[in-house]
């Protein structure tokens, strides 16, 4: 049921914990404002942004979600659901790609 | 959770028993009844349409004239209400007929029942998600009343046609977006019921093979509605917002260019829909295989055939339904690199439904059948459900599918599987679990009545929609292909078919009656008058609030029947040594 | 009609799976989300690969907001698992405390999105709404001010009033510590709003950019309007679990403190959505 202790002592270090990933969070986000002012082409930018944006969400699925201390079983249902999201996304892309030799996008 | 606490249960007034009921029994039972409705709804909407196939601008005699002037003008059906029609159709019977009966009812009834549970995990979700989808449903049909109609863009509703179509379109989509939150609802219900509800003993190995299958559909559904309910809110911006997710640039209406900013994908309206629709149609049939291998167990008295590699089809097939969408798509323009990949991915989807129709097939093998009306209709299911894959591979094969794409093959395909396929289980399910909610037997001859023609009918309306799909005569052409001269040699087959829908819905009548009288007048029977292992048939009948009388819990896999040694030829999960 | 005395595993975890029904039933339902959002955020890849030129955020929307919304969502994050822990501690008031200060900074972020949404219709509304609705509108409110007014009037209603039930909350025994930081971060939320409201960073007050204008508006105002209801419904949840829901403490705490916990994973997953948002609309 719970994943942190009830034992006094315990929660002030899950709390400090908290603190310390509140101050990564916004630390983080100032980070990604600054960088997005330098310029790395497109995919550079894109590229960066995302990954300080996946670590962003990883500290809060892990910490304030409890991600890093579930069951086995949420791990796995996680692990479907991204995987799934991953074929929307990449079969999406690939559709948009490989079109028939002579055909043409309208707009 | 005894009996003796459900038997001093006070009375409760007219709305907590019948509007804001948490039992899943009942919620069952009125997704079942909503889910008949519709389907006999859905039903007449065809056979309108099939009067207008088998005679082509003919008015329809009597029953013409309640349409009004803007719908079939003296009696003759306009073009624009026979696209309705069809959209409707597919609609209705799709997302509030078969699903809600299949998943809502049959899953709701039966699976608390089957592994031990009390209710479902989270009763107050599951009343929301029944009256999300009656909330839904009224929208659907309350759409044929707004100016212009209902939706007329087919069930698949693709942009740009959709988007400039008239306000029956808008609800279509709110009336999607209440069925999709139904089933998202029952999704995590049914999931969380299987995954944390199970009766000590009840590992997933042994559970039947009916839950199973309600599983995996949960997963189906689960993951594949949001990205249509993504895909249906922007369809709603552009048509409210005028947004241009789906509209091209460039488009002329009548001659005028639209005001819009263009730049959008119609392609991407195709892809998310179809990325739930596949699934969907697994959502669609896996229940009736679960249904079908629960009646054929047991009346075959012997276990099923090779249930382990059952299962494992039917996880195989939950991950690949999700990878094999874009075979819809074939004829898009899509190059020969993702063509081939999405063609793999539904050839290889063949395979495990393939394994578990033989299985069942193999499970009649040395059985003692007993050819009741539940079993006839579910051994009917099998060769049925058979023509409607074989049929399916075509299909997927994107080199016939340029021939085939749009056509009545594809038409008479889906009908195979989904009418005399999943409808029939269904049926079956009916009437081998009338007796658990009623105590009493439905009628032996008047199942046979609706058995038999029923099923000479089905395949005397689907096999000719193969036949003219091959001749090449595509579909929603509201006269049925008259007009084209590479349809000639098939025309005669309309009237067949129509006939054949026809007679269909009259033999449907001896069900009806049969379901009603048997109620009062039907044969008495016992807590388990199949003789059957599964947990369903250890309750009380009809099961009371809290389902069971005693802590069940399971000691061995569901199928035992005709155990070597035992005295009778049945012995329960819930028993503890074999008698 | 099922109590929770006989449906097991509501309190207490299932020996096998180590969860409660409901937090599974929570991570089942944020899966189903992330395709929601999935689906969105693949038609936006597709649009802007398909687009001959698509805006850079930053000439559009204005990134000093942006960054304010995604500081005060974090915030919320924090407080909100910190309400949790409170109860973990049986400790009601600084629980209220904390919850109070996450739909604080929920309807902080509403209202300055509100204002954002706003700053983009200055003129020409008619063309954007239906016209029955819009003639309706008209005749009741008098114009386009008022319809951008009508919801922010609603947001401050609801911000001032969930502030002042917070100080009854907080400021009767408390540390001055505690009170001090709380009136640091309702003057924060405060001077934010201010600046919103004299569309500093605003570059386009004269202009109309409806969601038709373009499909960068259209798929902005869609993510980040289903985004924002979702951050509705995060505030009459936990609306309710700080309101008349909070009497379940008194009899079942163990369960109730679950839902709090349940209502965490759904806030949080609504923060991990716009840091994925902030960065794709304000900043590429």
Redesign the interface.
Known sequence: ??N?P?D?HD?KK??RG??I??GS??FL??L??LI?RLHFG?VG??AI??L??TF??SL??CF??HLISE?T??YF??I???G??F???G???????????G?R??? | MTSDHNAHHPKVGFWRQYVFNTDHKMIGLWYGITALFFLFFGFCLVMLMRWQLAYPGVALPVIGKWFGESRMPDGVMLPELYNQLGAMHGTIMVFMGIVPLAVGAYGNVLIPLMIGAPDMAFPKINLASYWAYFIGGVIMLASFFVPGGAAAAGWTSYAPLAVISTMGQTMWIIGMVFLITSSLLGAVNFLTTIIQMRAPGLTFMKLPFFVWAQFITAFLLLLAFPPLEAAAVMQLMDRVAHTSFFMPSGLMVSGQPLQISGGGSVLLWQHLFWFLAHPEVYVLILPAMGIVSEIIANNSRKPLWGYKAMVFSLIFLGFMSFIVWAHHMYITGMGTGISSFFQATTMIISIPSVIILTALFLSLWGGSIRFNTPMLFALAFLPMFGIGGLTGLPLGLSTPDIHLHDTYYVIGHFHYIVAPGTIFALFAGIYYWYPKLTGRKMNEFLGHLHFWPTLVCMNFLFMPMLIQGLAGVSRRLYDGGMEYSHAQGVMHLNGVMSYAAWIMALFQIPFIINILLSLKGGEKVNDNPWGSTTLEWATATPPPHGNFAFDPKVYRGPYEYSVPGASVDYTPQYQEKVI | MSSVHVLPYTVSPRQDTGLFNAKLGIWLFLGSEVMLFGGLFSAYILLRMGAPNWPMGSTILSIPIGTFNTIVLITSSVTMVMAWVSLKLQELKKFRMYLGLTILLALTFLMVKAFEYGAKFSIHYHEYFPALFNLAVHRLAGGIAAMALVPKCILGFFFLWAVWSLAQVAFKDFSRFVRTAILLISVIAFIGIILTLFELGNRHSHHNFPPSYSTYMAIYFTLTGLHGLHVLGGIIVNGYFWGPGRRMWLDQPERFTNRIEVAGLYWHFVDLVWIFLFPVLYLL
Not at chain 1, 91 to 101: K, P, S
């Open positions: 049921m719970s942190a009830a006094v929660v899950e709390v908290y603190m990933v509140f969070l916004a986000t100032i990604t404002v997005s497109l930018n894109v942004a995302l300080i944006a962003k969400a809060v699925a304030f979600m069951r079983l949420i249902l996680l479907f659901t991204l799934n999201l074929f929307l996304f079969l999406l892309l690939w559709g948009y790609g490989d079109i028939l030799m055909a996008f309208v707009s």
